[in-house]
Every structure is written in C-alpha cells, then in structure tokens.
C-alpha cells in the first residue's frame, strides 16, 4: 500500500537528486517555498496532508525527471517494477474488462511497467480525450488501486450498474448515496443512490 512517508520520501530524494532541498524544489516549480516543508506534513491536529497531484506534476516538470524516476523513489527506492494492466479510459465501460469488485480481468489488456503497489490488483487507465480538463488531458495516464480506501475528496473511478464508467471526484459519501463532482465545468456532478454503483474505486496516481 502507498504511504503517506513513502510519497514524501520520494519528494525529498528528487530535491536531493537535483541539488535542492525541499524549499528548493518548491520554489523551482512555482510553488510557495514552503509547501514541501516538514511542518505542513501534517496538520495542527496530526491528521497526515498529502502533496497534491497538481504539486508534484510541476516539480516533475521543472526538472525534467519522468513519472518512473520520481516513482522509483517510493518506499526505499528499490525502483522494483512490475506490470500493470492498461486500457483506454473509452474502453473501460465495454463489458468483459472488470469483475465484480472491480478487478481488472480478461486478456484483452496492453500492460505498462509501474513501480510496484500494495494492491495486486491496481491497474491503469489512459485518458483519450479532453472531457476532464483541467484535471486530466488527452494522454495522461491514471493509476487505479481497488482496493484502495476511498475517503471525500479523493478523486475516484466509478462505474455505475447501467455500464457508465466516470472519474471524478467524491464530494461527498452516506449509507444511501454518493455525491461525485465533476472535474471540468462543462459536465454535470452526479448524485447516485449507492445501490446504482457497481464499484468505486481509488485513482491514486497519474502521469501529467
């Protein structure tokens, strides 16, 4: 299972990798100086604070290092890969392609080598068009974890009993519904009674 330490581990190695501390690297990106800093790991409270996705797309950009460099940094840095099914985001609403649960099944999958996840069964899918912007573009690529723990505000995949397959935003989660926001303005939030999902789960990376 991704951690909370292991994301930020991989933070402080790229710096290091680069000539920079942690500061450093925020300020080469465009970041407040201090959005990296070991006192805004955590809150007030000790609940842990993530980086965003959107913070380290830009410190990837401003150095130039790829998803698999920042990647392989992770955990220990053992850089240890391993195959992660893929298919168009398009295709993931065809029957045939997931279980149940939400696993990914069948053989008519491309594959893309990852550094490896706690989930066996995370897998990965290619956005092909610009319905999510600014989220996500044409050509990024999302990681996926099903088994993942969901929580508000994570950004999820969802497929609904009626064959839609939808990533968004979980706004909002009861006995009885979801509530999913919509990542571009041009599209509808979606308000869905629980027993109208098959499975929700985790996006817990994407190449930007």
């Known amino acids: ?18 000539g920079l501390s942690a500061s450093g690297l925020a300020r080469r ?17 000790g609940k ?6 959107e913070s380290i797309s830009k410190v990837l950009s401003a150095t130039g290092a790829s998803l698999g460099e920042f990647v392989s940094y992770v955990g220990e840095g053992t850089g240890i890969y391993r195959n992660l099914p893929v298919i168009g985001f398009n295709q993931a609403a065809a029957g045939g392609y997931f279980d149940d649960s939400g696993h990914p099944i069948g ?5 893309i080598s990852f550094p490896g996840l706690g ?8 956005i092909s068009d610009n319905g999510m912007e600014p989220v996500y573009r044409d050509g990024d690529t999302i990681i996926v974890s099903p088994q993942g723990h969901v929580r508000r505000g994570d950004r999820v995949v969802a497929k609904t009993r009626s064959g839609d397959v939808m990533a968004m935003r979980l706004a909002r989660r009861s006995a009885r519904k979801l509530e999913l926001q919509s990542f571009s303005p041009l599209h509808d939030d ?3 009674a ?6 929700i789960a985790r996006i817990v990376w994407a190449s930007q």
């Open 29 to 45: 990106a465009g970041l407040d100086p201090t959005t990296f800093n070991k006192s805004k790991r955590t809150t007030r409270e």
């Open 119 to 126: 989930d066996p069964h995370a897998y990965a899918l290619e």
């Open 194 to 199: 629980v027993d109208e999902i098959d499975w």
């Open 1 to 18: 299972m991704l951690r909370h330490s292991d994301i930020w581990r991989a933070i402080d190695r790229l710096a290091r990798e680069h």
């Open 190 to 192: 979606r308000n869905l």
């Open 107 to 111: 053989e008519s999958w491309d594959e």
């Open 48 to 53: 842990l604070r993530w980086p965003s996705t």
